[in-house]
Nanobody, 116 residues
Framework: QVQLIESGGGSVQAGGSLNLSCEVAERIFHPISIMGWYRQPPGKEREFIANIISAGSTNYVASVKGRFTISLLINKRTTTLQMNSLPPADTAVYYC?????????WGQGTQVTVSS
C-alpha cells in the first residue's frame, strides 16, 4: 500500500495561481512509473488533468495546456502541479494518482476553489 500526501489546495480569485504537491509518504523500493493529477468538479465525473512519466515526459488535457505545469522533484517521489490563470471553471477536488509496481494509488484529494 502506498500512501500519498497532498497539499496546496485552497481558495483563490480568478486569474490567480496555486501550486499543488503530492508526495509518497513512505519509503519505496521500486521506481514510480507515472505520477499524475485528476480533478472532479462539483456534480461531474473525475477527469484527467496531467501526468508525468519517470523519464520526464508530460501529458496534459487540452483545457489546461499552457496554464498548468506538472513537475517531478528530484527525489522522484513528489510531483507538483503549478496552476496559473485560474478561472472559476477550474474549481474542483484535485486528486493525485501514482502508478507504482503495477498498481495505482490515489491521494485523498484537495479542494481548489476559484471565485469570480
Amino acid at each position: 500500500q502506498v500512501q500519498l500526501i497532498e497539499s496546496g489546495g485552497g481558495s483563490v480569485q480568478a486569474g490567480g495561481s496555486l501550486n499543488l504537491s503530492c508526495e509518497v509518504a513512505e519509503r519505496i523500493f521500486h521506481p514510480i512509473s507515472i505520477m499524475g493529477w485528476y480533478r472532479q468538479p462539483p456534480g461531474k465525473e473525475r477527469e484527467f488533468i496531467a501526468n508525468i512519466i519517470s523519464a520526464g515526459s508530460t501529458n496534459y488535457v487540452a483545457s489546461v495546456k499552457g496554464r498548468f505545469t506538472i513537475s517531478l522533484l528530484i527525489n522522484k517521489r513528489t510531483t507538483t502541479l503549478q496552476m496559473n490563470s485560474l478561472p472559476p471553471a477550474d474549481t474542483a477536488v484535485y486528486y493525485c494518482i501514482v502508478l507504482y509496481n503495477g498498481d495505482s494509488y490515489w491521494g485523498q484529494g484537495t479542494q481548489v476553489t476559484v471565485s469570480s
